[in-house]
């Protein structure tokens, strides 16, 4: 016979997911109800009304998507991009280039802006895009690269797109909750994020926020959109509050609870004490890594306060170091990606993880191994 699973207790401090709170996790273990049922209808409408305070957002169209962020990602880009249409694409990490593919085969004509990894999206170069470009419909941009630890200026971004007429989808998996991110005021059209990131619920689910231009795009699509289950005009139908709500999936009831309950949190805390604690978080790990030696991967004025990426020093086996942390102090971190594996690691603060005793353990689990 095989026995139920327990799963050891491990402190997470990586690129995600970061520690759940008990309160979460005694929310999602709350009875299920039917999907359908009049106080699920509720509870999905007070989970969009605070998603709205959490992007900074007044879009009715705010939800959470079920499934993970990768599917957020998707959603934006098979409702927003008709075959042929022209997007600029600011690539500087992993999650660029999944914009990029995502593009691709949503049949969409990219024009790639190219930033080396670490370093933020350069603005001028999506300019210069759209100046040699003008008839570019959509910029696409990641607001907080989890796989550099690097942050772009989702403001001045914004403002070019809308410049130039274009909408803008923006990626902000690890940004929502952790680092000022404000949709409406830098004119973000559409935006995703994760649920197992800074808002430090299990992950997934996906929230996304679409603007009133967004959804005059959708409807003025001469195209079908490719998917099924991710076709806005179907799921509207479901996640809309006002006439009759159709069924279109069976929606995840516990993670929403749980999802919910982290949102109270964020509500409890404050948005804004929960960026400043993301922040305060980091210049403590950040005094105690570089009393060590290490050092920052990504400049200071585009560094991620809830991901720090830090240099791994000449002559240290990195993985044979992420085994021991996590063997002998439960402790997870994050490995490079992509052209950094093997280079650096990534330290996540993220949601409950931006704690003193995350920051405290996990730089005298850094001294247990360091030179
Ligand atoms: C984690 C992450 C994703 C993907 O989210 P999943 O929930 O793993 O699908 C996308 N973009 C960024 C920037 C991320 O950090």
Redesign the pocket.
């Known amino acids: 016979m095989t026995a139920s699973f327990i799963p050891p207790k491990r402190i997470l401090m990586g690129?995600?997911p970061s520690d759940v709170p008990q309160r979460v996790l005694d929310a999602m273990a709350r009875p299920t109800i039917g999907h359908l049922d009049p106080a699920f209808v509720e509870l999905m409408e007070q989970i969009k009304s605070m998603l709205r305070m959490a992007f900074q957002t007044e879009n009715a169209l705010t939800f959470p998507v079920s499934a993970?962020?990768?599917?957020g990602?998707e959603m934006c880009f098979v409702n927003l991009v008709e075959p042929g249409d022209k997007v600029i694409v600011c690539r500087n990490g992993v999650?660029g280039g999944?914009m990029l593919e995502n593009v691709k085969r949503t049949g969409g004509v990219p024009v790639i802006v190219d930033d080396a990894w670490g370093t933020p999206v350069d603005p001028q170069k999506v300019r210069d895009a759209f100046k040699a470009n003008p008839d570019a419909k959509i910029l696409a941009f990641?607001h907080?690269?989890?796989?550099t630890g690097a942050q772009s200026d989702g403001e001045a971004l914004g403002k070019i797109a809308q410049a130039f007429g274009a909408l803008t989808i923006m990626?902000c998996?690890?940004s929502l909750a952790g680092t000022p991110l404000y949709m409406d005021k830098w004119g973000i059209d559409a935006a995703y994020s994760?649920s197992?990131?800074c808002l430090s619920c299990t992950?997934?689910l996906?929230p996304v926020s679409f603007s009133d231009r967004a959804i005059e795009r959708i409807k003025a699509r001469t195209t079908p959109v490719q998917s099924w289950f991710l076709d806005l005009n179907l799921v509207l139908g479901y996640w809309q509050s006002s006439g009759k709500r159709t069924y279109h999936h069976t929606a995840p009831i516990n993670p929403m609870y749980g999802l919910h309950e982290a949102l109270v949190i964020l509500e409890e805390e404050g948005l804004e004490n929960a960026w400043a604690r993301h922040r305060a978080m980091h210049e403590k790990l950040k005094a105690g890594l570089e009393a060590m030696g290490l050092k920052y991967v990504v400049e200071a004025s585009a560094r991620l306060p809830q991901l720090n990426s830090i240099y791994v020093p000449e002559g240290v086996d990195e993985a044979a170091i992420r085994a021991r942390l996590l063997n002998e102090f439960s402790l997870e971190i994050g490995a490079g990606l992509g052209d950094m594996a093997g280079k650096i690691w990534r330290i996540g603060l993220m949601g409950y993880s931006a704690k003193q005793e995350n920051v405290d353990y996990c730089l005298k689990a850094f001294k247990a191994y360091l030179p």
């Not at 993970?68 to 599917?71: E, F, N, Q, R, V």
């Not at 907080?144 to 796989?147: F, G, K, L, Q």
């Open positions: 690129p995600g993970p962020g990768s599917a990602m999650f999944r990641v907080a690269e989890t796989s990626d998996v690890t994760g197992q990131k992950p997934g996906s």
